[in-house]
């Protein structure tokens, strides 16, 4: 891997660093500026591909220090607009604040840029590098990308100006931009300069001129090791959407800058290994004194054992100072661009970042972290009760505790939820393998007056289904006419559907309905309030289970078609077995019945609460737990990444294995 050197200024930069030196001692840093300059591309008026405003931060720069300048034509031929080559101009001040225009801290720029044409790149940036289409970018063949486009680094990687040597008109004169005025926004403080490309048609991007028009000073910077491209195979040369970051200048100290790329050029045979393809195109420009950290450390998936690096890349006025930290602390030593850590342990577990600082400012990139358990805080936990087994926890999605409920037969709840379609709620358990068994009991109680919409479709009681309506799994939906239906999918479309004869659900009392699946006897049997209600047949197949659906509560994810339930719920108990009558009619009078079948029980007790999940990447990872730091840690039977766990619990002990190969992991590989 190709890394970033530290910098090593000549003896004129020695000088201009020393006078900057006593200025900044003198002045501070409140003169410090940064501004990002987006060169757009007008697409026919195509809602697809036009260039949008910048709406996040993007390269480091905050979408406030973006100046989104006029939109270039592509010149094609099926659009209203003439034909390139084309000159913009625009003037950007204190008081630019329309037309995605940010007004500067202070002074005024005039910017003018030419170009061939502009036209729209598929590359998405660094985090797609090396990944075939779609992934890498966009589907052309399938019509827009996302629409809108992205409108953060994604979304200016979209728009670009260039020559017309691979398309376009043929003039083959390389975009230019001519900016005066920088003496009025960096009054005090030379500037630093980086260039953004990206292409449609590249194999690798040339290299462009930073010119001091003043002095006649000229820089020049490269777009080194940019990803591979997917050849379009429609040319002897490589053709593909690809797209980079350039080298950062040193200083300039100018009003009147010039930025021009060099001729782009293509030829020769990739079969014969002569074919080349050269794009001459610019994207955005970035002017700073500060330091920005335009590429941050990639998150990338590591496993004990492995070894890391970790790179980043800034541009200001330098000298630049990196450190890189771990929780906030500086480590020692660790004051390169790039940053490793070796044979990775849990003691190596945190968050790392690095800070750049200069005379006139600093950044922090955003974090990484190896990939050990992480935890994070969460507040909405409905805690599983089941006193045997592995927690099976839920998250509460906006449904609302009440301490109890009283129905108009004096039946009395104690702890329910109440979910309502005014704001759709739910409640949702993940799924796990201790669920995906072949004959199953769910149960709960349900107090309800009737669907929220009577002429609509049913509403979701439970869910454990993949797909959108069809697929594998089971659900039980309430009806119009207050029965209920349990339906289960063979893979490709439910295959039954059975409704309860008793039509009393919705009378706003309390029931218990029992839905008992018995894969072995090819049987379906309700119970309502611990009676037998209706059953029926189903074709015995092997397992109705996608793995890893979660179980649903009150509205289901996986179809638009049913409504969100409106009412109230209690006691929801999943067993991994087909219970009996007397079993489902003593569940009714109040007995858990038979611990070791119950997997999950939410009754409702508490309020959802203070908990935390414990999210992993490691593949085929088993997580363990243990009273004891030191042990004896055991599996934890079907969890999955992430695996909730509650406060209110003793405490516990985590960790995971999993089967790894030590590998080394290099994060931002086409880094300069």
């Known amino acids: 891997m190709k890394r970033t050197h530290a910098y090593s200024p000549n003896n004129r930069a020695r000088k201009v660093a020393c006078t900057v030196s006593a200025a900044a001692l003198m002045l501070g840093v409140s003169e410090a500026a940064t501004v990002g300059l987006f060169f ?287 929780n906030g602390i500086p480590i020692a030593g660790a004051t390169d661009t790039s940053y490793g850590l070796t044979n990775l342990t849990v003691s190596d577990s945190g968050t790392y970042d690095v800070l750049v600082t200069n005379l006139y400012g600093k950044a922090i990139s955003a974090p990484v972290t190896p990939d050990q358990i992480v935890l994070s805080r969460i507040t909405n936990l409905v805690l599983d009760s089941n006193p045997q087994g592995p927690e099976h926890d839920g998250l509460n999605n906006g449904a609302t505790w009440l301490a109890s409920s009283t129905d108009g037969g004096n039946v009395t709840r104690t702890g329910v939820m109440s979910f309502s379609t005014n704001a759709p709620s739910q409640i949702t358990v993940a799924g796990e393998t201790n669920f995906d068994v072949p004959s199953f009991t769910m149960m709960f109680w349900m107090r309800s007056s009737g669907l929220a919409d009577p002429n609509g479709n049913p509403a979701t009681l439970w869910d454990r289904l993949s797909g959108t309506g069809n697929g594998n799994g089971a659900v039980v939906v309430q009806n119009p006419d207050g029965t209920v239906s349990f339906q289960i999918g063979s893979g490709t479309s439910l295959v039954g559907a059975m409704p309860t004869v008793a039509n009393t659900l919705s009378n706003n009392r309390w029931h218990q309905v029992a839905a008992v699946y018995d894969q072995s006897a090819g049987q379906f049997t309700f119970y309502i309030d611990g009676q037998t209600d209706s059953s029926s047949s189903f074709p015995a197949s092997g397992s109705i289970w996608q793995p890893g659906q979660e179980l649903e509560l009150g509205l289901s994810h996986d179809t638009n078609s049913w409504q969100a339930y409106t009412g109230l719920m209690d006691d929801v108990r999943f067993y991994n077995r087909a219970l009996s009558s007397s079993e489902v009619t003593s569940a009714y009078g109040g007995a858990l019945v038979d611990t070791n079948a119950l997997v999950m029980q939410l009754n409702f007790t508490a309020a959802p609460g203070l908990g935390l999940a414990l999210t992993w990447k490691a593949p085929n990872a088993v997580l363990q737990s243990a009273d004891s730091v030191k042990g004896p840690f055991t599996d934890v039977p079907g969890a999955v990444s992430p695996y909730n766990v509650s406060v209110q619990q003793s405490a516990k002990y985590y960790r995971y294995q999993t089967q790894h190969t030590p590998a080394v992991v290099i994060a931002n590989p086409y880094l300069m």
């Open 40 to 326: 757009r591309v007008n697409y026919c008026g195509s809602p697809c591909y036009n260039g949008l405003p910048v709406a996040t931060t993007a390269f480091g720069v905050a979408s406030n220090g973006w100046e989104n300048l006029l939109p270039m034509n592509t010149g094609y031929d099926g659009c209203n607009n003439p034909s390139g080559p084309y000159t913009l101009s625009q003037v950007i001040d204190t008081t630019t604040s329309t037309n995605g225009l940010n007004p500067l801290p202070n002074g005024s720029l005039s910017i003018t840029w030419t170009a061939d044409t502009a036209n729209f790149s598929g590359f998405a940036g660094y985090g797609y590098a090396g990944a075939p289409p779609p992934s890498y970018g966009y589907s052309f063949g399938g019509g827009c990308p996302p629409n809108p486009l992205p409108n953060g680094e994604v979304g200016i990687y979209g728009s670009f100006m260039r020559d017309g040597v691979n398309f376009g008109p043929q003039s083959g004169n390389p975009p230019n931009v001519d900016i005066t005025g920088l003496k009025s926004l960096f009054t005090k403080t030379p500037f630093a300069v980086e260039l953004v490309a990206s292409s449609d048609s590249m194999q690798y991007l040339t290299n462009a001129f930073i010119i001091d028009a003043t002095s006649n000073i000229m820089q020049s910077v490269v777009y080194p090791n940019t990803p591979p491209v997917h050849d379009q195979g429609d040319q002897p040369w490589i053709r593909g959407h690809g797209g980079g970051l350039s080298t950062a200048t040193d200083s300039f100290d100018t009003d009147h800058l010039k930025i021009m790329c060099n001729q782009a050029a293509h030829g020769g045979d990739k079969t014969a290994g002569t074919g080349y393809n050269f794009a001459s195109t610019l994207t955005a420009a970035i002017i700073t004194d500060k330091p920005v950290i335009t590429m941050s450390p990639q998150q990338v998936l590591v496993l004990p054992g492995d070894t890391v690096v970790w790179s980043a890349y800034a541009v200001g006025v330098p000298p630049l100072s990196y450190q890189w930290r771990k």
